[in-house]
C-alpha cells in the first residue's frame, strides 16, 4: 500500500468494507490467461510441507501438531496480548480509529493514544517495548491529499515521538527489523510506484533500499513485513498480458537478492473492482511462512463491488516456482469473506488477522484470531490491524 492513495477502503464509507486491501494500478483488464500449475492444497497436510507448526483438530475435538504432539485444550490463553486500531471514536470516522493493547479474552485493556488522527497499523518492537505505526497527520486513510509519517510509542516513558522528517514525503507502514534496531517504512515523495527506505529505531540515518520501477511487471510497491530471518517482504503491482494483479516480491535490507516470492494466483483484476492477488503479508515467527490476503475476482457472499473475496492464504517464504504449494486457510463452513493483515503468533500456533462476512445479518467484522490450519475464527474485537507482542 501506497499511504495518502485510495488504494483500500475504510469503514467510512461502509461497515463492512476492508481497510487493508492493497488497490495499487490500473483495474481494467483484458482476458485472463491460463491459470498456472500452483498447487493449492488445504489443511494438515498441505501445512505440514510447509514446515509451518500446524494444529490439527482430531475427531474427538482434540487438537494435536502436524507431527502429532497434543495441544492444550481451548484457543488462546488469555495472557497472549496484541495491540490494534479500535474504533473508539466512530463519530469522527476513521480518526476515531485509537491504538489499543488487549489480552485476547478482552482483559487488561489499555487505550494508548487519544486524538483526532488516525494511527494506522501498529506493530510491536521485538523487545515489546515499542510501537511503531503510521501517524496520519492530516487527512484520513484514502485521502490522496493524507500527510503520513512514521511515529513509534515507548511504553516505558509514555511518550510517542515523530521519526519522519517531513510531512510531506508520504512514509508509511513502518515494521521493525528483528533485531528492533532499525525500521522499513515506505516512502511516497519522488517514487511514483514507491520506494522502500530503511532507518534507525530514533529515526536517524534514513535511506532508500529500492524502488519500484514503473515498468509493467513492477508497477507499485506496498505492504512490507521484516522476516526474523531477515527479508523485506511487500507486494508488487503488475500487469502483464493485460492482467493486473499483486504479487509478493522479497528483498534483503541492503537491496540486494530481490526474489519472486508469489505470482498472485491465476486471477486477473475486473474492471472497477479492488484487485487480486496478494495484500498484507505477515510472516510467521521464524520467518519461513508467509500468511497472505489473497484477493479473487467476485465479491463476498452477501456483498456487492468493488469489494472483493479475499482468503487467507499460507504460502512458504521461498522463491516461487510454477508448482510452489499454496494453503487455502478460509473457513470452510463461511469461505466467501474478507479476511487481511494476517499476523502469526511468537509460539508459530495461531494467527490474529482482520475479518468480515456480509451474507448473514448481524455478523460481526472485526480482529479475530484462528490456528493456523484455519479450522476456526474466534472473535476477539472490533476493529483492525492486529499485531501479537511477541513476549
Not at 504479487?247 to 530481490?258: Q, V, W
Not at 465479491?299 to 499460507?314: D, M, V
Not at 509460539?347 to 467484522?365: H, N, T
Request: charged residues 20%; aromatic residues 8%; negative net charge.
Amino acid at each position: 500500500m501506497q499511504v495518502g492513495r485510495s488504494r483500500g477502503v475504510i469503514y467510512s464509507r461502509a461497515p463492512a468494507r476492508h481497510m487493508g486491501v492493497t488497490r495499487i494500478g490500473p483495474t481494467d483488464i483484458s482476458s485472463p490467461p491460463p491459470a498456472p500449475a500452483t498447487a493449492t492444497v488445504r489443511r494438515c497436510a498441505g501445512i505440514a510441507a510447509l514446515s509451518l507448526v500446524v494444529a490439527c483438530a482430531q475427531p474427538d475435538g482434540s487438537r494435536v501438531t502436524d507431527a502429532g504432539t497434543p495441544l492444550p485444550d481451548g484457543g488462546v490463553p488469555s495472557t497472549a496480548q496484541m495491540v490494534y486500531m479500535a474504533p473508539v471514536k466512530p463519530g469522527i470516522g476513521t480518526r476515531g480509529f485509537e491504538l489499543v493493547t488487549m489480552n485476547l479474552d478482552g482483559s487488561n485493556r489499555t487505550q494508548i493514544t487519544d486524538n483526532d488522527e488516525l494511527e494506522f497499523l501498529p506493530h510491536f518492537s521485538p523487545d515489546a517495548t515499542r510501537l511503531v505505526y503510521t501517524r496520519f497527520v492530516t487527512g484520513s486513510y484514502g485521502d490522496p491529499a493524507a500527510r503520513t509519517v512514521i511515529a513509534t510509542y515507548d511504553f516505558g516513558s509514555g511518550y510517542a515521538k515523530t521519526l519522519s522528517v517531513s510531512q510531506d514525503d508520504g512514509d508509511g507502514q513502518g515494521v521493525w527489523s528483528p533485531d528492533g534496531k532499525r525500521i522499513a517504512f515506505m516512502r511516497a515523495r519522488g517514487y511514483p510506484g514507491g520506494a522502500i527506505w530503511i532507518m534507525s529505531a530514533d529515526g536517524s540515518g534514513a535511506a532508500e533500499v529500492a524502488h519500484a520501477a514503473g515498468s509493467a511487471d513492477d508497477m507499485q510497491w506496498g505492504d512490507p513485513a521484516w522476516s526474523a530471518d531477515d527479508w523485506i517482504l511487500f507486494v508488487v503491482g503488475q500487469t502483464t498480458n493485460g492482467c493486473f494483479k499483486t504479487r509478493l516480491d522479497k528483498i534483503r535490507p541492503d537491496g540486494t537478492a530481490r526474489t519472486k516470492v508469489t505470482d498472485g494466483g491465476p486471477n486477473c483484476t475486473p474492471q472497477g473492482m479492488e484487485q487480486s492477488g496478494d495484500a498484507d503479508p505477515g510472516f510467521s515467527a521464524d520467518g519461513k511462512t508467509i500468511f497472505t490476503s489473497r484477493g479473487f475476482p467476485q465479491a463476498p457472499a452477501g456483498a456487492q463491488p468493488p469489494t472483493i473475496e479475499r482468503k487467507l492464504y499460507a504460502v512458504s517464504s521461498d522463491a516461487w516456482t510454477a508448482t510452489k504449494p499454496e494453503t487455502d486457510l478460509s473457513l470452510l463452513s463461511e469461505p466467501s469473506c474478507v479476511e487481511g493483515v494476517p499476523k502469526g503468533s511468537p509460539d508459530g500456533l495461531e494467527v490474529l488477522l482482520f475479518r468480515a462476512c456480509f451474507d448473514q445479518p448481524g455478523l460481526r467484522s472485526g480482529v479475530f484470531v484462528t490456528d493456523t490450519a484455519g479450522f476456526h475464527r474466534t472473535f476477539v474485537a472490533d476493529g483492525f490491524g492486529p499485531d501479537w507482542n511477541p513476549r
